[in-house]
């Protein structure tokens, strides 16, 4: 099954928008609470100090993701460096890709972008997997530079990829 980390900053007030939660409903999600601790914080002082009130949060945001119909489970890290942690938990869960929460109402078209060296069928097979049998359209954009050669991978997923 096709999974997205979906990392919130939890005890920053850190939420996710209905439409994401709409978004990611045909996929599985692991909520990843995580706070960023100055440095001289030891990770299990603020456990012991935070835990249960992440935990609580981290436990509605998993159930609103599960009402939407994909299976959710999550995570809390304190941590001194959120973009390792990401990468690291996303590696973890085996995750095939992560969100950028941020505010959006519903979703009814996705932008894929594509360049440089990409696996175009994997990026192609987790969109197929994200949109599902939903009336959202997709839009393929090749974007390449000067001097650089046709990339075959991209012609061919443009022309495998449904009409919006």
Do not use: K, N
Not at 40 to 63: C, H, K, N, V
Not at 66 to 71: E, N, T
Not at 102 to 131: C, E, H, P, Q
């Amino acid at each position: 099954m096709t999974r997205v980390l979906v990392p919130v900053a939890v005890l920053e007030g850190g939420s996710v928008s209905p439409g994401l939660i709409s978004l990611l409903g045909a996929v599985d999600v692991t909520v990843l609470g995580y706070h960023v601790l100055p440095e001289q914080t030891p990770p299990d002082q603020a456990r012991l100090q935070f835990g249960e009130r992440a935990t609580s949060a981290l436990e509605d945001i998993s159930q609103e993701f599960a009402a939407a119909g994909g299976a959710a489970d999550h995570r809390l890290v304190f941590t001194h460096d959120r973009e390792q942690t990401i990468e690291r938990v996303t590696d973890e869960v085996d995750a095939d890709a992560f969100a950028v929460p941020g505010t959006t109402g519903d979703v009814d078209r996705v932008l894929v972008s594509l360049s440089g060296d990409v696996d175009a069928d994997r990026i192609l097979s987790f969109v197929g997997a994200l949109v599902g049998d939903r009336d959202i359209g997709v839009t393929l954009f090749l974007a390449a530079g000067a001097g650089v050669p046709d990339d075959d991978a991209a012609d061919a997923a443009a022309s495998e990829s449904p009409a919006p």
